[in-house]
């Protein structure tokens, strides 16, 4: 036979349909060499090519696929249908006012979506055309990236980039090992290390890679970058010899080769296959507050808009009733017409209606608001004040459909590392058996002069001396970081611990180089890796080697790491580090009690700590180790689950040395930001996997929590001592008891009567909260009351969280009962879930990598740059949006509902009151740009007041411009100036006579009459009005603002003459020739349009000017006090930063606040800033400027004289 029945078996149990082993594993083979007869069959397994994909359409599809996409949208569709409608039956108005409108937001958007695909296919061609080497019959050949195979060998030289996910065979370095930097997929810039498969380590020339004959077991591809399951079978001597592989042998595309001359590889996964492809995951549309109310506000204009036809149509068949009216003398009827049923005909006429009607719609809004927010979100991006030198980066805009959201955060959800704290770590101290030792107090083993430091034991005993150095080269020889060498000296780095730095740490924890370079200013100093040995200095100058043996790598589930090393006496040792809460539980001796005392009194200050212990190995338990370690590392199915087991077996009986403190600086302006946030009404979380002393700590640093704060613990200390059921209803009481069962939102965040409460919750009391509700009715409920707590306390902290369990908490606050806006705002991979998850996610450039930039909305250099991100940018955004979709609502209004009165005055005859130019153009042209540039550069505020007052963010809060009642007064307001033109146009032209030639003309006007000069007069007073009122609403004027307001009306009137004033060929009819010119050519024409365009704008004018006088806002207040002090009010000193030496006292009832009493000798121009001025008594102290309003010149000649007025 030419198969054994062990092949046969093989191979039907790998290929027949639903075996598991099909779909979670594949077989390649390296070089695409058959394995030895008798092994297995070799059927060669059909893989994708090397080529990436990233963009959207090809040349064949664009046009169907964009249309089709386009066209999903309710109002593109519904313009479609108009436009189809107009081409099918006889409609009033031409199919072009529809469809050139439609046909410009299709083209519009279609350019710019092709343009961005363009670049995508441009980026995809360079990435899959450039070259790469392959070993090819013993030589390196050169080919394209996209023709790359599964089972290629590949040779890579230092700084290149691999091209395909690749399993390490060998490399340049003895020791098999390569350096590689992941910064393009999870942005981390430290120096990784990866293992050659040790069989295959020693091959290092084309031929001898080339001789290799192995097959390699894997799974099939998964996106997780940090996960990968396989074994390599090499045939020597035709047996095979298995050998594990891990993610410690997998180079994914798009690192890059570090520190390595070369390195040999084989392909394993290719083109959409590889790790990073699989991780482009589409992120979910998100989609804003305003976006929601603007299809809310549409749905009612639909409405109105069937209504307006419906009930056109019904009087139309009351007036047509009468005979002499359904058919008149100038207008018969066609037989067929005759013939056709009165509900086609009706139908027909109610089709028409909705054509005449259907600008209530506003088509060009959609193109509007998109170009307002691609072009604005470029002033987020040019905006210099959040430009980080240090890092050279600017703020980055990834979502710009969001822009406007970024003015209605309610709740903040904050990473700790590198986000509040800088991630740059240094080395404060370390506890050995409760001696304290301090790098700055002693360096290279001698205390220096001057320490002054009781703490410290300058003379220990015996025991503790090898105990203490015991713990040195335990810290020097378990982690993972490599020495970057830059000048080596007779094989050794001489002068590392002589100040001369001739090389440096890297590794993938920033951690891991602080202890190491805190060792080396004590005294031991790590050297480097050879030849799977670590070398390190002692204080003698003598240089100890140690066997690495094993490295039980860190992970975030055990929280520590182990190595297990070979002295050169032959002792083997087991280095264990980690978090305390990992570490305690399985130590068996040592000073526990004293180490735990100085963790906990470091955890408090604020430093990150980290325990050290060790265990002496037996040559039998190191064998047993080396049993399980294999075993584990062997299997395919849950090797993770099984490593885990043998780590755990492993990691025990532990002997305590002691324990570090390492720092983590808080940002610049951390604090400032967060108190900020707070008065801004935004509610801060602090979601961070630190213990939660350490969080703690940097939660009163960065003003989280105040002194005066009373901290809730809702941990598992607490629950081990009382049930869950019974702390969550004992911290309910506690808040609700102090606020009256009222939420938190009610009182203001500055309020000297409301006791601040911020909670703290651990990640595995968070578990037992978000559990589900068993059988019995105790647990149901714990969600909810969880909530009520959190609505009732200024801040919560949550610590020991999974980057999972973040994501929970904001999906939780999202979908409680208010639906509050949420923020998100982290800096490395583990943040990513929660940043996808809130309605805005934004990330920080930090240490930790790019990964939460990449998927973030918007991304920072700095956590302080979110400061002027929301309270300026965001304000400004917003407050720009609302006015855009509310004008855009009450311009189509005043224009479309004349046209609905004009229909009682021709018969309901579906009659056009303006030309079919006016109609096309109205949107497009007469009054689309001024709305574009209002939303794009107005400044209601000034931007300094908005930084120093964060309490203004709160006027613009839960959607306020954009609430129901504000919109039902921009459409009674556009209903009324409808009415104003239309009536006050027709009371014009009410008294008409017959001139001598025929022509009918208003006696009192001397103006030509005419239906198409009535609906010219009316469309003029329409275009005036509207801009004017864009006009009124403008208060930061630019010459940008003159030039487009004032152009758009020239233009207006220039294309109006130009339109009736030559006979243009190409038009079969003109009906509008000589109109315009002839109605201005008549007085009492030009007085009626001044004086229609007052009526409209009067009562929006007085409406404001009462306002602002009896029931100001705050923005009003503050517009007036600007002008007061001409633009000078963000130079005045706020209220609440002026520090009172000489006292203070008490005003009134409400809010009993500190009033500062200001020096005499200071100017007037520091003295007083009222930043809020409300009738609640949070803020105000002083009386506001604007009651000195009256009294304006007696403050001038204050100025005058230089008068000190004392309040």
Same mark, same amino acid.
């Given at each position: 036979?030419?198969?054994?029945?062990?092949?046969?078996? #093989?191979?039907?149990?790998?290929?027949?349909?639903?075996?598991?082993?099909?779909?979670?594993?594949?077989?390649?083979?390296?070089?695409?060499?058959?394995?030895?007869?008798?092994?297995?069959?070799?059927?060669?397994?059909?893989?994708?090519?090397?080529?990436?994909?990233?963009?959207?359409? #090809?040349?064949?599809?664009?046009?169907?696929?964009?249309?089709?996409?386009?066209?999903?949208?309710?109002?593109?569709?519904?313009?479609?249908?108009? !436009?189809?409608?107009?081409?099918?039956?006889?409609?009033?108005?031409?199919?072009?006012?529809?469809?050139?409108?439609?046909?410009?937001?299709?083209?519009?958007?279609?350019?710019?979506?092709?343009?961005?695909?363009?670049?995508?296919?441009?980026?995809?061609?360079?990435?899959?055309?450039?070259?790469?080497?392959?070993?090819?019959?013993?030589?390196?050949?050169?080919?394209?990236?996209?023709?790359?195979?599964?089972?290629?060998?590949?040779?890579?030289?230092?700084?290149?980039?691999?091209?395909?996910?690749?399993?390490?065979?060998?490399?340049?370095?003895?020791?098999?090992?390569?350096?590689?930097?992941?910064?393009?997929?999870?942005?981390?810039?430290?120096?990784?290390?990866?293992?050659?498969?040790?069989?295959?380590?020693?091959?290092?020339?084309?031929?001898?890679?080339?001789?290799?004959?192995?097959?390699?077991?894997?799974?099939?591809?998964?996106?997780?970058?940090?996960?990968?399951?396989?074994?390599?079978?090499?045939?020597?001597?035709?047996?095979?010899?298995?050998?594990?592989?891990?993610?410690?042998?997998?180079?994914?595309?798009?690192?890059?080769?570090?520190?390595?001359?070369?390195?040999?590889?084989?392909?394993?996964?290719?083109?959409?296959?590889?790790?990073?492809?699989?991780?482009?995951?589409?992120?979910?549309?998100?989609?804003?507050?305003?976006?929601?109310?603007?299809?809310?506000?549409?749905?009612?204009?639909?409405?109105?808009?069937?209504?307006?036809?419906?009930?056109?149509?019904?009087?139309?068949?009351?007036?047509?009733?009468?005979?002499?009216?359904?058919?008149?003398?100038?207008?018969?009827?066609?037989?067929?017409?005759?013939?056709?049923?009165?509900?086609?005909?009706?139908?027909?006429?109610?089709?028409?209606?909705?054509?005449?009607?259907?600008?209530?719609?506003?088509?060009?809004?959609?193109?509007?608001?998109?170009?307002?927010?691609?072009?604005?979100?470029?002033?987020?991006?040019?905006?210099?004040?959040?430009?980080?030198?240090?890092?050279?980066?600017?703020?980055?805009?990834?979502?710009?459909?969001?822009?406007?959201?970024?003015?209605?955060?309610?709740?903040?959800?904050?990473?700790?590392?590198?986000?509040?704290?800088?991630?740059?770590?240094?080395?404060?101290?370390?506890?050995?058996?409760?001696?304290?030792?301090?790098?700055?107090?002693?360096?290279?083993?001698?205390?220096?002069?001057?320490?002054?430091?009781?703490?410290?034991?300058?003379?220990?005993?015996?025991?503790?001396?090898?105990?203490?150095?015991?713990?040195?080269?335990?810290?020097?020889?378990?982690?993972?970081?490599?020495?970057?060498?830059?000048?080596?000296?007779?094989?050794?780095?001489?002068? $590392?611990?002589?100040?001369?730095? #001739?090389?440096?740490?890297?590794?993938?924890?920033?951690?891991?180089?602080?202890?190491?370079?805190?060792?080396?200013?004590?005294?031991?100093?790590?050297?480097?890796?050879?030849?799977?040995?670590?070398?390190?200095?002692?204080?003698?100058?003598?240089?100890?080697?140690?066997?690495?043996?094993?490295?039980?790598?860190?992970?975030?589930?055990?929280?520590?790491?182990?190595?297990?090393?070979?002295?050169?006496?032959?002792?083997?040792?087991?280095?264990?580090?980690?978090?305390?809460?990992?570490?305690?539980?399985?130590?068996?001796?040592?000073?526990?009690?004293?180490?735990?005392?100085?963790?906990?009194?470091?955890?408090?200050?604020?430093?990150?700590?980290?325990?050290?212990?060790?265990?002496?190995?037996?040559?039998?338990?190191?064998?047993?180790?080396?049993?399980?370690?294999?075993?584990?590392?062997?299997?395919? *199915?849950?090797?993770?689950?099984?490593?885990?087991?043998?780590?755990?077996?492993?990691?025990?009986?532990?002997?305590?040395?002691?324990?570090?403190?390492?720092?983590?600086?808080?940002?610049?302006?951390?604090?400032?930001?967060?108190?900020?946030?707070?008065?801004?009404?935004?509610?801060?979380?602090?979601?961070?996997?630190?213990?939660?002393?350490?969080?703690?700590? #940097?939660?009163?640093?960065?003003?989280?929590?105040?002194?005066?704060?009373?901290?809730?613990?809702?941990?598992?200390?607490?629950?081990?001592?009382?049930?869950?059921?019974?702390?969550? !209803?004992?911290?309910?009481?506690?808040?609700?008891?102090?606020?009256?069962?009222?939420?938190?939102?009610?009182?203001?965040?500055?309020?000297?009567?409301?006791?601040?409460?911020?909670?703290?919750?651990?990640?595995?009391?968070?578990?037992?909260?978000?559990?589900?509700?068993?059988?019995?009715?105790?647990?149901?409920?714990?969600?909810?009351?969880?909530?009520?707590?959190?609505?009732?306390?200024?801040?919560?902290?949550?610590?020991?969280?999974?980057?999972?369990?973040?994501?929970?908490?904001?999906?939780?606050?999202?979908?409680?009962?208010?639906?509050?806006?949420?923020?998100? $705002?982290?800096?490395?991979?583990?943040?990513?879930?929660? $940043?996808?998850?809130?309605?805005?996610?934004?990330?920080?450039?930090?240490?930790?990598?790019?990964?939460?930039?990449?998927?973030?909305?918007?991304?920072?250099?700095?956590?302080?740059?979110?400061?002027?991100?929301?309270?300026?940018?965001?304000?400004?955004?917003?407050?720009?949006?609302?006015?855009?979709?509310?004008?855009?609502?009450?311009?189509?209004?005043?224009?479309?509902?004349?046209?609905?009165?004009?229909?009682?005055?021709?018969?309901?005859?579906?009659?056009?009151?303006?030309?079919?130019?006016?109609?096309?153009?109205?949107?497009?042209? !007469?009054?689309?740009?001024?709305?574009?540039?209002?939303?794009?550069?107005? *400044?209601? $505020?000034?931007?300094?007041?908005?930084?120093?007052?964060?309490?203004?963010?709160?006027?613009?809060?839960?959607?306020?411009?954009?609430?129901?009642?504000?919109?039902?007064?921009?459409?009674?307001?556009?209903?009324?100036?409808?009415?104003?033109?239309?009536?006050?146009?027709?009371?014009?032209?009410?008294?008409?006579?017959?001139?001598?030639?025929?022509?009918?003309?208003?006696?009192?006007?001397?103006?030509?009459?005419?239906?198409?000069?009535?609906?010219?007069?009316?469309?003029?007073?329409?275009?005036?009005?509207?801009?004017?009122?864009?006009?009124?609403?403008?208060?930061?004027?630019?010459?940008?603002?003159?030039?487009?307001?004032?152009?758009?009306?020239?233009?207006?009137?220039?294309?109006?003459?130009?339109?009736?004033?030559?006979?243009?060929?190409?038009?079969?009819?003109?009906?509008?020739?000589?109109?315009?010119?002839?109605?201005?050519?008549?007085?009492?024409?030009?007085?009626?349009?001044?004086?229609?365009?007052?009526?409209?704008?009067?009562?929006?004018?007085?409406?404001?000017?009462?306002?602002?006088?009896?029931?100001?806002?705050?923005?009003?207040?503050?517009?007036?006090?600007?002008?007061?002090?001409?633009?000078?009010?963000?130079?005045?000193?706020?209220?609440?930063?002026?520090?009172?030496?000489?006292?203070?006292?008490?005003?009134?009832?409400?809010?009993?606040?500190?009033?500062?009493?200001?020096?005499?000798?200071?100017?007037?121009?520091?003295?007083?800033?009222?930043?809020?001025?409300?009738?609640?008594?949070?803020?105000?102290?002083?009386?506001?400027?604007?009651?000195?309003?009256?009294?304006?010149?007696?403050?001038?000649?204050?100025?005058?004289?230089?008068?000190?007025?004392?309040?």
């Amino acid at each position: 036979m030419g198969m054994d029945v062990s092949t046969l078996r #093989t191979l039907i149990s790998r290929y027949c349909v639903g075996e598991e082993n099909w779909v979670d594993s594949r077989t390649i083979y390296i070089g695409h060499k058959e394995p030895p007869p008798g092994t297995e069959a070799f059927i060669q397994q059909r893989f994708p090519d090397n080529r990436i994909v990233s963009s959207k359409y #090809t040349f064949w599809n664009f046009i169907p696929k964009n249309m089709f996409e386009q066209f999903r949208r309710v109002a593109n569709f519904y313009f479609l249908i108009i !436009f189809l409608v107009q081409l099918i039956i006889d409609t009033p108005t031409s199919p072009i006012t529809s469809g050139l409108p439609l046909f410009f937001v299709i083209t519009v958007t279609a350019i710019k979506q092709g343009y961005e695909d363009w670049l995508r296919h441009k980026a995809d061609n360079s990435v899959n055309q450039c070259p790469v080497h392959v070993v090819q019959h013993g030589k390196v050949v050169r080919k394209q990236s996209r023709k790359l195979r599964v089972g290629d060998v590949v040779f890579v030289k230092e700084n290149e980039t691999f091209p395909c996910d690749l399993i390490l065979l060998s490399t340049s370095r003895d020791e098999g090992v390569c350096y590689v930097t992941t910064a393009s997929l999870d942005g981390e810039s430290s120096h990784k290390t990866y293992f050659a498969v040790q069989d295959t380590k020693a091959y290092n020339t084309e031929q001898e890679v080339d001789s290799i004959h192995a097959t390699i077991e894997c799974e099939q591809p998964q996106p997780d970058l940090y996960k990968f399951v396989g074994r390599i079978n090499i045939y020597m001597d035709n047996e095979p010899v298995a050998r594990p592989l891990g993610s410690e042998n997998l180079l994914l595309r798009g690192a890059t080769l570090k520190n390595t001359e070369y390195i040999y590889a084989v392909a394993i996964y290719t083109g959409m296959e590889t790790k990073m492809a699989l991780n482009y995951q589409s992120k979910t549309q998100k989609r804003s507050a305003v976006e929601k109310s603007m299809n809310a506000y549409l749905v009612v204009y639909l409405f109105i808009l069937i209504s307006k036809a419906f009930v056109n149509t019904v009087l139309k068949y009351v007036w047509q009733a009468d005979p002499n009216r359904d058919e008149p003398w100038y207008n018969d009827r066609t037989e067929s017409e005759r013939q056709r049923h009165i509900v086609i005909r009706a139908f027909t006429d109610f089709l028409a209606f909705m054509v005449l009607f259907n600008y209530i719609i506003p088509v060009s809004m959609y193109v509007t608001v998109e170009m307002q927010k691609f072009l604005g979100s470029y002033f987020i991006m040019w905006d210099d004040e959040m430009f980080d030198e240090e890092l050279g980066e600017r703020a980055v805009v990834n979502t710009s459909d969001l822009n406007e959201e970024l003015g209605q955060v309610e709740y903040v959800f904050t990473d700790k590392t590198g986000t509040l704290t800088e991630n740059n770590m240094e080395f404060i101290e370390c506890c050995v058996d409760g001696h304290v030792y301090v790098p700055h107090v002693i360096l290279n083993g001698q205390v220096m002069p001057g320490a002054g430091m009781d703490m410290i034991d300058t003379s220990p005993g015996p025991e503790a001396r090898e105990h203490e150095e015991l713990f040195f080269r335990a810290l020097c020889l378990c982690h993972t970081v490599q020495v970057k060498e830059e000048e080596t000296v007779d094989g050794i780095k001489q002068g $590392i611990h002589q100040g001369k730095s #001739t090389s440096f740490y890297i590794s993938s924890s920033p951690d891991e180089v602080a202890l190491v370079e805190g060792m080396k200013r004590l005294g031991f100093t790590y050297l480097r890796l050879k030849d799977s040995h670590m070398e390190i200095l002692n204080r003698e100058d003598e240089i100890e080697r140690f066997e690495l043996l094993e490295v039980l790598t860190f992970d975030s589930v055990r929280r520590r790491m182990s190595v297990i090393v070979r002295s050169s006496s032959g002792q083997l040792y087991l280095f264990c580090k980690g978090a305390d809460s990992s570490i305690f539980p399985r130590v068996i001796s040592g000073k526990v009690e004293q180490v735990k005392a100085r963790v906990e009194h470091n955890a408090v200050e604020g430093l990150r700590t980290l325990c050290v212990a060790y265990r002496l190995l037996s040559p039998e338990q190191y064998q047993e180790v080396c049993h399980l370690l294999s075993g584990a590392k062997l299997a395919l *199915q849950d090797r993770d689950k099984r490593l885990a087991e043998a780590y755990d077996i492993i990691e025990k009986d532990l002997i305590l040395l002691g324990a570090t403190a390492v720092e983590d600086r808080l940002q610049e302006k951390a604090a400032d930001t967060i108190e900020s946030l707070h008065k801004a009404g935004m509610k801060v979380w602090v979601l961070t996997g630190d213990k939660m002393e350490t969080a703690a700590a #940097t939660c009163y640093a960065s003003k989280l929590f105040h002194r005066n704060t009373q901290i809730l613990e809702l941990t598992t200390k607490r629950t081990e001592e009382q049930s869950l059921h019974d702390v969550l !209803f004992d911290l309910s009481r506690t808040v609700l008891r102090q606020h009256g069962g009222m939420t938190r939102d009610t009182f203001s965040g500055l309020s000297g009567d409301c006791t601040d409460y911020g909670l703290i919750i651990d990640g595995a009391t968070l578990s037992a909260v978000m559990r589900p509700p068993q059988e019995d009715s105790n647990s149901g409920n714990y969600k909810e009351i969880f909530l009520e707590i959190c609505r009732n306390c200024s801040a919560v902290l949550c610590c020991r969280m999974a980057p999972l369990q973040k994501a929970q908490i904001v999906k939780l606050i999202k979908a409680s009962k208010e639906h509050p806006i949420t923020l998100a $705002i982290g800096d490395g991979a583990n943040d990513v879930s929660m $940043i996808l998850e809130a309605h805005v996610g934004v990330g920080i450039m930090g240490k930790e990598g790019r990964q939460a930039v990449r998927n973030s909305d918007y991304a920072i250099p700095k956590f302080k740059h979110l400061k002027k991100m929301l309270l300026v940018h965001g304000h400004y955004y917003y407050i720009r949006i609302s006015e855009l979709v509310q004008y855009f609502f009450y311009k189509n209004v005043c224009f479309i509902f004349p046209q609905f009165l004009y229909q009682f005055f021709c018969g309901f005859s579906q009659q056009p009151l303006y030309d079919t130019a006016y109609l096309t153009l109205y949107n497009i042209s !007469f009054t689309s740009l001024p709305i574009l540039l209002y939303s794009l550069i107005e *400044q209601h $505020i000034n931007m300094d007041i908005l930084k120093k007052d964060p309490s203004l963010y709160r006027d613009i809060a839960k959607n306020s411009l954009l609430r129901w009642p504000i919109f039902i007064y921009w459409t009674i307001l556009g209903v009324y100036d409808a009415i104003v033109m239309f009536f006050g146009a027709y009371f014009l032209f009410d008294n008409t006579t017959f001139t001598s030639n025929g022509q009918l003309m208003t006696t009192n006007t001397q103006m030509m009459f005419g239906n198409w000069t009535f609906g010219t007069l009316v469309f003029t007073v329409l275009v005036f009005t509207v801009t004017f009122k864009l006009a009124l609403d403008t208060h930061y004027w630019t010459w940008i603002n003159h030039f487009v307001i004032w152009g758009s009306l020239i233009f207006f009137v220039v294309f109006s003459l130009l339109w009736g004033g030559i006979i243009w060929p190409f038009l079969n009819y003109q009906r509008m020739y000589y109109v315009f010119m002839q109605m201005l050519s008549s007085g009492p024409a030009w007085l009626s349009i001044i004086l229609l365009i007052t009526a409209g704008l009067l009562p929006d004018v007085l409406k404001k000017v009462i306002w602002r006088a009896l029931w100001p806002t705050t923005t009003e207040r503050i517009q007036n006090a600007d002008k007061l002090y001409k633009g000078h009010l963000s130079e005045f000193t706020p209220l609440a930063s002026l520090q009172s030496k000489a006292g203070s006292q008490r005003r009134g009832s409400g809010g009993q606040r500190n009033v500062p009493n200001p020096r005499r000798s200071e100017p007037f121009s520091k003295k007083t800033m009222f930043t809020r001025w409300q009738r609640t008594p949070d803020y105000c102290t002083f009386t506001p400027l604007l009651r000195f309003a009256d009294g304006a010149r007696n403050l001038r000649q204050g100025y005058a004289h230089g008068g000190q007025t004392s309040v």
